[in-house]
T-cell receptor, first 111, second 115 residues
Framework: QKEVEQNSGPLSVPEGAIASLNCTYSDRGSQSFFWYRQYSGKSPELIMSIYSNGDKEDGRFTAQLNKASQYVSLLIRDSQPSDSATYLC???????????FGKGTKLSVKP | DTGVSQNPRHKITKRGQNVTFRCDPISEHNRLYWYRQTLGQGPEFLTYFQNEAQLEKSRLLSDRFSAERPKGSFSTLEIQRTEQGDSAMYLCASSLVGTRPDTQYFGPGTRLTVL
């Protein structure tokens, strides 16, 4: 059974702080990883994708991948109240095909 | 707005009735995916198409569920003899194979409530 595990939270951080979201996956064949943001009642919105070990930065977001540890993380710098949402981690075998999602981590950024 | 549209946005039905949902992907996208999401869970894969061919179906997709993409453009998902356990958000996503990353863009979803 291919699984993606996330701490469901809620994770609460003050405005301006760094939020750290973590994810582990069970399938060593997974090659690509995604972070989606989902506001309550809305559909998932892609934030970052990462394929290679190391860090990938995009604005306030940094995704980190460690394939040896089967671990993916997302850092959000200078967190804003508008970042309050559920963050979904997803994996995929290869470069195509369906995504396997975790249950998501609920983030709350307090003003 | 990602450019993926789904209709209807909400559907309330009685147990035992049939329902059909429609997804219109981003126009040049050749892959179309269906997922189901229940409260507190991440989306679960149901099935996907490349053009008009249905390439994979999840074990979650019972024989009461059928999906089509007749001309390789829009897709429909039909649930026959609905059960209360079918209540969920049904999400459609599309992507363009051959691009890197092969990003899946989600539509707004159809929320199904089975009474």
């Amino acid at each position: 059974q291919k699984e993606v595990e996330q701490n469901s939270g809620p994770l609460s951080v003050p405005e301006g702080a760094i939020a750290s979201l973590n994810c582990t996956y069970s399938d060593r064949g997974s090659q690509s990883f995604f972070w989606y943001r989902q506001y309550s009642g809305k559909s998932p919105e892609l934030i970052m994708s990462i394929y290679s070990n190391g860090d990938k930065e995009d604005g306030r977001f940094t995704a980190q991948l460690n394939k040896a540890s089967q671990y993916v993380s997302l850092l959000i710098r200078d967190s804003q109240p508008s970042d309050s949402a559920t963050y979904l981690c997803a994996s995929r075998q290869g470069s195509q095909g369906n995504l396997i999602f975790g249950k998501g981590t609920k983030l709350s950024v307090k003003p | 707005d990602t450019g993926v549209s789904q209709n209807p946005r909400h559907k309330i039905t009685k147990r035992g009735q049939n329902v059909t949902f429609r997804c219109d992907p981003i126009s040049e996208h050749n892959r179309l995916y269906w997922y189901r999401q229940t409260l507190g869970q991440g989306p679960e894969f149901l099935t996907y198409f490349q053009n008009e061919a249905q390439l994979e179906k999840s074990r979650l997709l019972s024989d009461r569920f059928s999906a089509e993409r007749p001309k390789g453009s829009f897709s429909t998902l039909e649930i026959q003899r609905t059960e209360q356990g079918d209540s969920a958000m049904y999400l459609c996503a599309s992507s363009l194979v051959g691009t890197r990353p092969d990003t899946q863009y989600f539509g707004p979803g159809t929320r199904l409530t089975v009474l």
